[in-house]
Structure formats: C-alpha cells, structure tokens
C-alpha cells in the first residue's frame, strides 16, 4: 500500500520506517528542507537507537523516500498520517493545532484519490471533526475518511514499541476506513498485537489518559519518596512493594525528579484545557501537574541542601556538574527535561552550572543559556562542588568513584535516579543523597 506521513520527526520518522519496513511504500514528508535533506543522504536529524539502519535498509529497497514537496508525497497514497508536532500553545496551555490544521489543509489540496487522512499526532477531542471540515472545505472530488491513530511509542525504544506495541488503537467512522487500516497494520496482528477499534473522539481521549494515568502515576511515587525521606522509609522498597501487585503493577513506579518530555508535560496540560472547556474537571491531574513543577525546581534546591550538608554554607561562585541533560536516556530529546528547571534553580542561586550528556548536548546548548558544555564525565567533574545525575545513561551506571574523587573540590554526589548503591559511595568516600532512601 502507498503510504504517505506528513511530518518527519520522532513519530512520523519511526512510523513511516516501520511502515515501510512492513512492506509498504512509503514516502515521508517535512517542510523542514534541512532534515529532508540529511535523510536523503542517509543522515539521521534526531538520535534514536536503530533508526538509521531501519532508515538505510527501506531507502536501499526503494520502499522509503524523502521529500519536502507535499503534492508528490501524497500523489496515490492510499492513507495519509499527519504526525506534526501539537506543542503547549504559548499563554494558555491548550495543544497548538496549527501545524496539523495547516498540514490538513495542504493534503486537501493535493489528494488524488480516495485517502483515508489518519491523525498520527497527539490531538484533543474533536480535532478529527476540525481535520474532516477542513478538507471538506477544500473541496476534494475524492472520498476522505478521517481517522484518529494515536501513537504510543516511547523515545528511545520507539521502533520495539512500534513493531511490537501493546496495542494499536484506531478511531474511524466508517468500515472502509476500518479496513484501509487494517491492511496497514495487518503485519502487527500476525503477531498478535491488538488491534482497538473506537469511535475517533474516543481514541483521541485514550491518548490523552493514556498519559496522564502515567505520569500520575510517576507524581505518585514521587511524593511517596518525599514522604519516605521524612519518615525514614525506602522509597525503592515500597516501590516494589506495591508493585508486586498486579493490579498496580511496577512499571512507572521509579522516584525521580518529576517527569518530562515532549508528551506528559504538554499532554497532561492540554488535557486539563479540555475538560475546562467541557466544564468537567480532572482534579487529579490537576494535582499532578502542580506537583510535578514545582517539584524540578526543587530538585535544584535539594542540591543546594547537600551542598550545605557537605560544608558549603554559600554556594555563590561553586561548580555544579549536571551528569545527563535529555529527559530521559537514548534519546537527544531536550523538550521539557528536568535538567532545564534544575539548571536554572542553581544559576539563580550564583552556582556555575556545567553539563555532559552522551547524546543532547547540541541540542542543549541553544536551550541552557550560561551551562557550559564538558567533553566527558571526568571533564564536567573537573573542580566540582557538587555531581548530579540527572538522567539515567548507562554511561553513567558505573562511573569511577576514585577516579572522580581525585578530580572534584567537594566530594558530593546527588543521584536523582537512585542509580547507585549509598553505602558503596559513602565508602569511596562521598556525601551521597538519593531521593526517598535514609
Ligand atoms: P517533532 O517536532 O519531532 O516532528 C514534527 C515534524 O513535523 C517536524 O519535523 C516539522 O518540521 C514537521 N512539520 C510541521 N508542519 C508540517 C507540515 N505542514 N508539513 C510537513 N511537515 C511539517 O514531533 P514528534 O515528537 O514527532 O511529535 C509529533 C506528534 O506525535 C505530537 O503530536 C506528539 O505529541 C505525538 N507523539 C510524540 C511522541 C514522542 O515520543 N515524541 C510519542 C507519541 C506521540
């Protein structure tokens, strides 16, 4: 089947690879001419791990190309995806539509057939409506069949997630429509991923709490480990503890320093604008959201905290070494990462803020005005009155505590991930604070 997938980031990217891997022909669309371009010559614009030899093996078949010319993309495409960005609109928190409004608009235009349009990015209620009028308006001879196809793949493990997901969910209105989207994901089935099919308001709903049942669930245990740093319980064991049940199940359940992302903090937000908007409040997520901000900039006054507990009584002028920059590992994705709120907390405070990360460090120069950027580890330990593990890179699993020791000005280790074992660092002789642990 031709597939066409407007928008060539993190989502469209990894579908249309997928897809075409599949054995569809796939063409996938940006009007980004620079990372159409780097595609083209066989360059990844974003890190994900396997992605570029997904990438290489589809374009050398012939089955996955590139382009910035939307006509030519869509030109016979049986289904289109629209998978651009739906960002936090600036002031108000609902989902920016404009991108997947201006990319409905653009595809009426240019269908040659008839398509089903199959919104791939994350969008409130009742956008599939907008989405249909828009391309009604446009006047297409052909019959367009909008249908919502959330898409669940986590960054760093995308394309697993994609060829293996625990489920795929698909909102359409007609059997046509239904069977199209059975065709594409026919393969999926053989392995017996279930397949969902829903009303498109409903599936567009799923997404939405989806993710924010995860990320209240991350906030819950996050203030589970607060409790536990004041009432000297273990957050790790209570984790498991509560885990080891089915019902609750262990994923989700890890203490950190408040969730973030390009999903949960927007998707979270624009949720809550929904309900607003439906008179129907979700109080819980409203919690979780508040929770969850205030608590990454507190994570830079709990630095600040150890560092007074290691003797230093003014942190104006010290160096604090920030180990993982990205929300989370394998990925270069800086949207929203805690790293920010905590980079700012401790500039604020008159610290000098250095940072390394394996995978995000371009991108988070032109996001941490003032953090200089370290070439390695031991580098950004270098003179250091404080080290913090930010994200969870194996890089970062087994770092060389002598060898750091010998390099920092205080030996103090900050481990927002609860990575390492306490006694094993306070016996190479570090201060050594986690988050929920005595
Ligand atoms: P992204 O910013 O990485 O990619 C979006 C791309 O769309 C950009 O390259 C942009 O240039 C392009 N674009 C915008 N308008 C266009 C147009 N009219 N024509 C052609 N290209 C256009 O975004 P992403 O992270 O891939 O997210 C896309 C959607 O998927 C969002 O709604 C997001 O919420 C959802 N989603 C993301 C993830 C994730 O982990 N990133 C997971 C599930 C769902």
């Not at 089955?63 to 010319?69: C, G, K, P, W």
């Not at 052909?142 to 669940?152: C, D, I, K, L, R």
């Not at 996001?367 to 890089?395: F, H, K, N, R």
Request: glycine content about 10%; aromatic content about 6%.
């Amino acid at each position: 089947m031709k597939i066409a997938v407007v928008g060539s980031g993190y989502v469209g990217l990894v579908s249309g690879s997928c897809f075409a891997d599949f054995g569809h022909d796939v063409v996938c669309i940006d009007k980004d001419p620079a990372k159409i371009e780097a595609l083209q010559g066989g360059r990844m614009p974003i890190y994900e791990p396997g992605l570029a030899e997904l990438v290489h093996k589809n374009a050398a078949a012939g089955r996955l190309r590139f382009t910035t010319d939307l006509a030519a993309g869509v030109d016979g495409a049986a289904a289109v995806f629209i998978a651009v960005g739906t960002p936090a609109r600036r002031g108000d928190g609902h989902a920016d539509l404009s991108y997947v409004y201006g990319a409905a608009a653009e595809i009426a235009g240019h269908l040659t057939g008839d398509t089903v349009v199959v919104t791939k990015s994350t969008v409130p209620v009742g956008t599939g409506d907008e989405v249909e009028r828009i391309i009604g308006e446009a006047g297409t001879a052909h019959t367009v069949a909008v249908v919502s196809n959330p898409e669940f793949l986590r960054e760093g493990a995308a394309i697993g997630d994609f060829k293996r997901p625990d489920r795929i969910v698909i909102g359409a209105e007609s059997e046509a429509a239904r069977d199209v989207m059975r065709e594409i994901y026919r393969p999926l089935f053989l392995n017996r991923s279930p397949i969902m099919f829903t009303g498109r308001r409903t599936a567009e709903l799923i997404k939405y709490a989806a993710n924010a049942f995860l990320a209240t669930k991350i906030t819950f245990i996050n203030e589970m480990a607060d409790l536990c740093e004041e009432v000297g319980a273990d957050v790790q064991d209570v984790s498991r503890g509560i885990g080891l049940d089915n019902r609750i199940g262990a994923k989700f359940l890890h203490a950190g320093p408040g969730y973030g992302g390009s999903c949960f903090p927007k998707d979270t937000l624009a949720l809550l604008k929904t309900a607003e908007d439906f008179g129907s409040p979700v109080r819980i997520v409203e919690a979780v959201v508040q929770v969850n901000d205030a608590r990454k900039r507190a994570m830079g006054r709990k630095v600040i905290e150890a560092m007074a507990k290691a003797g230093i009584a003014d942190p104006r002028g010290r160096k604090v070494a920030l180990l993982g920059l990205t929300f989370k590992p394998n990925t270069d994705d800086m949207r929203d990462s805690p790293s920010l709120a905590i980079a700012t907390a401790l500039q604020d405070a008159g610290i000098e803020v250095v940072g390394y990360d394996p995978e995000g460090m371009e991108v988070a120069q032109a996001m941490m005005p003032g953090v200089a950027m370290a070439s390695d580890t031991y580098a950004a330990a270098q003179g250091a009155d404080a080290i913090v593990l930010v994200t969870e890179w194996d890089a970062f699993r087994a770092l060389d505590l002598a060898r750091l020791k010998a390099l920092v000005a205080t030996p103090l280790l900050v481990d927002l991930r609860n990575v390492y074992d306490p006694d094993e660092v306070r016996a190479a002789g570090f201060h050594y604070h986690s988050i929920g642990r005595p």
